[in-house]
């Protein structure tokens, strides 16, 4: 009797931490859940650091089905363009979730 108490004890605790452990690789993998990123390049005409917000002149941004044109981003943060300047052609990275685009990379082109 008591072996099958302590065996049902020890079943009992492997099932709670199998739970525990698929719980967290469920939660690990949603991270980037609905998160898509791309390239493109384009010419800086605007910076303003305080709003965190660039302006592109850009080529087309096809993953996004966007038409080359101006559009202003947001970026990540105000060290995303600080290697940049108004003139500058770039490779950038953005990312969208939802209807949400951020510049995460802004690299001038040589």
Same mark, same amino acid.
Not at 4 to 17: K, N
Not at 59 to 72: D, F, L
Not at 77 to 102: H, L, P, Q, W, Y
């Given at each position: 009797? #008591? /072996?099958? +108490?302590?065996?049902?004890?020890? +079943?009992? $605790? !492997?099932?709670?931490?199998? &739970? ?5 690789? *469920?939660d690990e993998g949603g991270? /980037? *859940?609905?998160? &898509? ?6 010419? +800086?005409?605007? $910076?303003?650091?305080?709003? #965190? =917000?660039?302006t592109l002149d850009h080529?087309? $941004? ?7 044109? &101006? *559009? !202003?981003f947001p970026i990540r &943060?105000?060290?995303?363009?600080? =290697?940049?300047?108004? !003139? ?5 990275? +953005?990312?969208?979730?939802?209807? /949400? ?5 802004? *690299?001038?082109? =040589?």
């Open positions: 009797m #008591k /072996t099958s +108490i302590a065996s049902a004890v020890l +079943i009992s $605790i !492997g099932l709670m931490l199998g &739970s525990t452990a698929s719980a967290q690789r *469920h991270s /980037t *859940h609905g998160l &898509s990123r791309t390239t493109g390049k384009g010419t +800086i005409t605007q $910076i303003d650091l305080p709003a #965190k =917000k660039v080529e087309p $941004i096809g993953k996004y089905k966007m038409e080359a044109g &101006s *559009h !202003g &943060s105000a060290s995303t363009a600080a =290697k940049v300047a108004v !003139g500058d052609k770039v490779d950038f990275t +953005i990312e969208s979730r939802g209807n /949400t685009m951020v510049i995460t990379r802004l *690299h001038k082109q =040589k």
